[in-house]
């Protein structure tokens, strides 16, 4: 049974930094591509970035440079680094398998705010 939990939300003040992080469990992450999106209040589901099963990251314009997915494949988790955190980086943040409508978590909320 596929299950993705994510963790290391919170409230944290602009040019903050926090790690989110996606247990995976019932497949191997490394065999699979996996994404982060995250939805704002009141939009759409956005993507953030994604992980080949190769280890090659890509990047949406609006965090490039900014955050950092990796993989530990040992642990089965997936990792988003995020820095320079701005208000627009408010949001539920979801991990998802193969691609941005796949399998996701409960989510974990991010609240950039002074």
């Known amino acids: 049974q596929v299950q993705l939990v994510e963790s290391g939300g919170g409230l944290v003040q602009p040019g903050g930094s926090l790690r989110l992080s996606c247990e995976a469990s019932?497949?191997?992450?490394?065999?699979?591509?996996m994404l982060w999106v995250r939805q704002a209040p009141g939009k759409g589901l956005e993507w953030v970035s994604s992980?080949?099963?190769?280890?090659?990251?890509y990047y949406s314009e609006s965090v490039n440079g900014r955050f950092t997915m990796h993989r530990d494949n040992a642990k089965n988790t997936l990792y988003l680094q995020m820095s320079s955190l701005e208000s627009e980086d408010t949001a539920v943040y979801y991990c998802?398998?193969?691609?941005?409508?796949?399998?996701r978590g409960q989510g974990t909320q991010v609240t950039v705010s002074s």
């Open positions: 998802a398998k193969d691609y941005t409508g796949g399998a």
């Open positions: 992980i080949s099963s190769g280890g090659n990251t």
């Open positions: 019932g497949f191997t992450a490394s065999g699979h591509w």
